[in-house]
């Protein structure tokens, strides 16, 4: 299905929040029942973790004093689905926090929680057409991920799968794949983000680093299709043919190079994914 891109005006009860905990920023969504954003609001997150719940209390009271029909909250790292619990938050000191039944008692609602790029791949699966039966999202911002999406749901097989922790041997050592091509790994070799370079040398280094995991995943997973998505998948016109040209490298009979595309809403992609996992559950109940 395609979103609704338009800011609705009004507010007719029946909405659903959408929660996007990042590194550096957190995202709340007020949605109708349709798909339809009516609000957003942003705020930094704290690296203090109680600091987090008390800015999250004042935010949602922004949006409404309404009820709401149902809640989703996307966490940035590895979760507990059946306890609720963030275990450990990426680029966040965050570790064991019940965050599920802490929004729960912030909104009084029902609160379910998913892994963010998880519900980027989610979303972002689903806008394709025509439909493919196994996706592979792989966000690359401040650090790496990916997300399985098979048959438009999130692979329970690999739900806990983290491309970014791929080891990779550089320079005699062995280093994560999101050490040395991550958005952060870019600002640090290059001194600028993704969005300043335009230099096709530099995007020719930056996508064989790229090329090195993206072969990796297709290798083991074996997809129909690639969605790059995060902050540098946003600028991925700048550098698609150079990783293109890389990956068709390595490519054979055994591994073939599967379609790679961008993410159609990669700021967006993690709130639809919220509202696509908020329409399971309601299938479901």
Request: aromatic share 8%.
């Amino acid at each position: 299905m395609a979103y609704p891109r338009t800011l609705a005006t009004c507010y007719t009860g029946d909405m659903y929040l959408a929660i996007d905990i990042g590194g550096t920023k957190t995202l709340l969504a007020r949605m109708r029942k349709n798909g339809e954003i009516e609000e957003q609001l942003k705020f930094p997150t704290p690296q203090n973790y109680q600091e987090f719940k008390a800015l999250l209390a004042d935010y949602i009271a922004k949006l409404t004093t309404e009820p709401w029909t149902l809640v989703c909250t996307a966490v940035p790292g590895k979760i507990d689905r059946e306890l609720g619990v963030g275990i450990a938050f990426g680029n966040l000191p965050w570790q064991n926090v019940p965050i599920r039944d802490d929004v729960s008692a912030q909104t009084n609602c029902l609160v379910i929680i998913e892994n963010d790029v998880k519900l980027a791949g989610l979303s972002e699966a689903r806008l394709l057409n025509p439909p493919r039966n196994k996706v592979v999202y792989i966000t690359i911002s401040t650090g790496i991920s990916d997300g399985v999406i098979i048959d438009n749901k999130i692979d329970s097989d690999l739900q806990d799968s983290e491309a970014g922790q791929m080891l990779f041997e550089r320079d005699g050592k062995l280093v994560t794949w999101e050490s040395f091509a991550s958005g952060k790994a870019i600002v640090k070799r290059f001194g600028k983000k993704a969005s300043e370079i335009d230099d096709e040398s530099i995007w020719q280094v930056i996508s064989r680093d790229f090329a090195i995991g993206i072969i990796d995943v297709a290798a083991n997973i074996q997809p129909d299709i690639i969605i790059i998505g995060g902050g540098v998948g946003g600028h991925y016109k700048k550098y698609e043919k150079f990783l293109m040209d890389e990956l068709n490298k390595y490519g054979n009979p055994m591994v073939p190079i599967p379609e790679v595309v961008a993410a159609q809403h990669p700021e967006e992609a993690v709130v639809y994914g919220c509202y696509e996992l908020i329409k399971d559950h309601e299938k479901t109940t």
